[in-house]
T-cell receptor, first 111, second 115 residues
Framework: GESVGLHLPTLSVQEGDNSIINCAYS??????FIWYKQESGKGPQFIID?????DKRQGQRVTVLLNKTVKHLSLQIAATQPGDSAVYFC??????????FGTGTRLLVSP | DAGVIQSPRHEVTEMGQEVTLRCKPI?????LFWYRQTMMRGLELLIY????????DSGMPEDRFSAKMPNASFSTLKIQPSEPRDSAVYFC?????????????FGEGSWLTVV
């Protein structure tokens, strides 16, 4: 029979636009969150992280927002470039050193 | 640093054969993780070690899978005997709480196909 894989949500944007990728997490005890970028054929690459005592953290062209009230995490990418095309994973950690990954969002950037 | 190094990058093997995947973590990192990624299940944590000691192997699918970490710079994930449903990308990752502050770094993966 035909296999059914994970259906990754896809966000399609134009080059130069800002992108917002969202993630809902499940464990209210999670105290550390990471965004990873995975390009085709490569391993997940760390982008930015945030601890639960913060609600916003900025990096180079990226911003992570954390809303603990609704258990929501978002990654904002400014001036999106074709090289940003990838699958983006949020990951949460509760307890010690055991990350739990979300299913991922595919970002497609059109020139 | 060279990052997490995995080998082989690609392997095609016949059902029933033994498969050994290897990993060299980032020097100084005291945590090592093995993940599996498939289209069906996404990224799954199989097992992780702290200071070479297995801490949580609850993600290991069955007895055909085993992992060892004989020293701080080397780990193996073995599948014996392999089955077609084991086809996946296997990632090794490492972390050093005193070095990188809880950030887990991944290798490039070992792409396994069992036919």
């Amino acid at each position: 029979g035909e296999s059914v894989g994970l259906h990754l949500p896809t966000l399609s944007v134009q080059e130069g636009d800002n992108s917002i990728i969202n993630c809902a997490y499940s464990n209210s005890a999670s105290d550390y969150f990471i965004w990873y970028k995975q390009e085709s054929g490569k391993g997940p690459q760390f982008i930015i992280d945030i601890r639960s005592n913060m609600d916003k953290r900025q990096g180079q062209r990226v911003t992570v927002l954390l809303n603990k009230t609704v258990k929501h995490l978002s990654l904002q990418i400014a001036a999106t470039q074709p090289g940003d095309s990838a699958v983006y994973f949020c990951a949460e950690k509760s307890g010690f050193q055991k990350l739990v990954f979300g299913t991922g969002t595919r970002l497609l950037v059109s020139p | 640093d060279a990052g997490v190094i995995q080998s082989p990058r690609h392997e095609v093997t016949e059902m029933g054969q033994e498969v050994t995947l290897r990993c060299k973590p980032i020097s100084g990192h005291d945590y090592l993780f093995w993940y599996r990624q498939t289209m069906m299940r996404g990224l799954e944590l199989l097992i992780y070690f702290n200071n070479n000691v297995p801490i949580d192997d609850s993600g290991m699918p069955e007895d055909r899978f085993s992992a060892k970490m004989p020293n701080a710079s080397f780990s193996t994930l073995k599948i014996q005997p392999s089955e077609p449903r084991d086809s996946a990308v296997y990632f090794c990752a490492s972390d050093g709480t005193g070095v990188s502050g809880n950030t887990i770094y991944f290798g490039e993966g070992s792409w396994l196909t069992v036919v």
